[in-house]
């Protein structure tokens, strides 16, 4: 019988996942029966205090049929699914995802379009073939550090095509009278501890070259969400 102790095999759903995923967020996105529990648009909408079809809309209305899509992770419901739709047939859309979990889910949503490619990748870091016409962070950015925030943007930022478009959705500080913004105090406190520096930063000023491009930021909801479109100068 052998002395050594036996070799320490993650589970396949956590081999390879940044160990902040896996401390912070096995909740919602790692942990394959709470995710299949989560991935419902009532979910979503109830996550969004009603305000999902709004923000799903802001961005989709930004795809033009036959262009290339990049979205930086996977999203809950049936976002991927009309994404994918709205390129068509003549476009691409490239999903990519850290998470196992979250590429299975996204790979089942998306087989029956085969202008849709889904990556295993780190949005920090993936590099594709050729520019995007849009690339898409929704409800990325306050899941991640700081530091990663930056890289990310940084990412996306290097690979639209020249008159392409850059879309954020994401959360933002809310508007003193929301009082929404108190409950998402305590639940930042608790389960989202990288969202509330998107309360006291702007996207943009995670950019190394924000000056090269221009930024528009629309809030709603009392403030609780933004929107910023960015295009290059």
């Known amino acids: 019988m052998s002395g050594n102790p036996p070799e320490f095999r993650p589970a396949p759903y956590y081999d390879g996942v940044p160990d ?12 394959p029966a709470k995710a299949r529990l989560l ?15 709004r923000l799903m809309r802001r961005y989709l209305a930004r795809i033009r049929p036959g ?5 930086v992770a996977h999203v ?39 202008q ?12 594709a073939d050729a520019p995007f016409d849009l690339v898409c962070s929704f409800f990325l950015l306050h899941e991640v ?3 990663l925030k930056a890289a990310i943007v940084d990412n996306m930022l290097a690979q639209v095509a020249p008159g392409g478009e850059l879309v954020f959705v994401d959360y933002h500080r809310p508007r ?3 009082p929404i913004g108190w409950l998402l105090k305590y639940v930042n406190r608790v389960l989202e501890p990288f969202a509330e520096a998107l309360w006291n930063k702007d996207i943009a000023d995670y950019a ?23 295009r290059a100068r």
Not at 20 to 31: H, K, L
Request: charged letters at 25%.
């Open 20 to 31: 902040y995923m896996v401390d912070v967020y096995d909740w919602a996105y790692v942990n």
């Open 39 to 53: 991935d419902r648009n009532i979910v979503v909408s109830t996550l969004l205090f009603l305000n999902d079809q």
């Open 67 to 71: 262009s290339r899509v990049w979205q």
């Open 76 to 114: 809950y419901g049936d976002l991927v699914s009309r994404a994918a739709q709205a390129v068509g047939t003549d476009g691409r859309f490239v999903l990519t995802d850290i998470t196992p979990v979250q590429v299975e889910h996204a790979l089942k949503k998306l087989a029956p379009y085969p």
């Open 116 to 127: 849709a490619e889904v990556v295993r990748a780190d949005a920090s870091s993936w590099q």
């Open 145 to 147: 550090p700081d530091e």
């Open 176 to 178: 003193p009278w929301q």
């Open 208 to 230: 190394t070259r924000k000056d090269d491009f221009v930024w528009q930021k629309e809030t709603v909801f009392g403030g609780v969400y933004q929107i910023v479109r960015v």
